[in-house]
């Protein structure tokens, strides 16, 4: 099929030949399904930076305002669909089933879409998780007034998503690591590259020689490592690449 992106036969090729997939997506992915990259992120939330929002200091000294801030991003999160390039990456797994994605997106578009290895390097939005004991309480979507608590230590629950400054959940880089020295072939599609440990990913890859495409409307720190480069929007190119 002719397409207006260069580079998509080739790139066709390398997923046709590889053995083992893996896929790292950034917010990038969810852009065409409305949801606000980050850095090309404008405006504050209620007068203030989400990035500062988003830091476990700022929980801990206005717990009430953070909770308020991921009620407010749950809401806008709640209406949003998984797009055509979600689509396809379903499709890819089918197609390639010794296939992991790894996301550093909380919105759980890659699930609603229905793909099923997913490692979540940045946690999600959607599930709370205790302060103190660390329990988990899974697809607690709803929006609360006040901060709910946990049920045996009565201590407060909070987003089961990365803050800045903390670790990544426990496990989920070294999966993601594992997987893509195994690789034959690794697809970066929408991310800046510039957060890590995530972006190391490309650098793993590239020195394990696995094959890598990156999808990007833009060049990132990234693109240098990567066989085929493809500018455009991933909503476009995913459904070229697997039809
Ligand atoms: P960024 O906002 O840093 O980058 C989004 C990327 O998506 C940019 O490179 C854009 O060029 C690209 N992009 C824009 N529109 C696109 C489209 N339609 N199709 C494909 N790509 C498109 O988001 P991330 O790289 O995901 O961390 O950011 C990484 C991490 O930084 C996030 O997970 C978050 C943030 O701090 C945490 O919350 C821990």
Request: glycine share 10%; proline share 7%; aromatic share 6%.
């Amino acid at each position: 099929m002719p397409s207006n992106f260069q580079g998509i036969e080739e790139a066709r090729s390398l997923i046709n030949a590889a053995g083992k997939i893996v896929v790292l997506t950034g917010a990038g992915i969810s852009k065409e399904s409305g949801v606000p990259t980050f850095r090309d992120a404008d405006g504050l939330w209620e007068g203030y930076d989400p990035m500062q929002l988003a830091t476990p200091e700022a929980f801990h000294r206005h717990p009430e305002l953070v909770w308020r801030f991921y009620n407010h991003r749950r809401n806008a999160l709640s209406t949003v669909k998984p797009n055509p390039g979600h689509d396809a990456l379903v499709r890819l797994e089918k197609l390639k089933p010794n296939f992991t994605l790894v996301t550093q997106n909380v919105d759980r578009l890659h699930q609603g879409a229905g793909s099923q290895n997913v490692i979540e390097l940045h946690g999600n939005i959607w599930d709370m998780r205790c302060t103190q004991c660390e329990k988990t309480f899974e697809k607690f979507g709803q929006l609360y007034d006040t901060i709910p608590q946990c049920e045996d230590e009565g201590a407060m629950l909070r987003p089961s998503v990365v803050w800045f400054g903390e670790m990544l959940p426990p496990g989920a880089m070294e999966k993601a690591q594992e997987d893509t020295i195994q690789s034959d072939l690794l697809i970066i599609v929408g991310t800046s590259g510039v957060v890590y440990p995530a972006a190391g990913l490309g650098q793993i890859a590239h020195q394990s020689g696995s094959k890598i495409i990156e999808i990007n409307p833009d060049d990132t720190p990234l693109s240098d490592l990567a066989d085929i480069e493809l500018r455009g929007p991933s909503g476009e190119i995913l459904p070229l690449l697997i039809p």
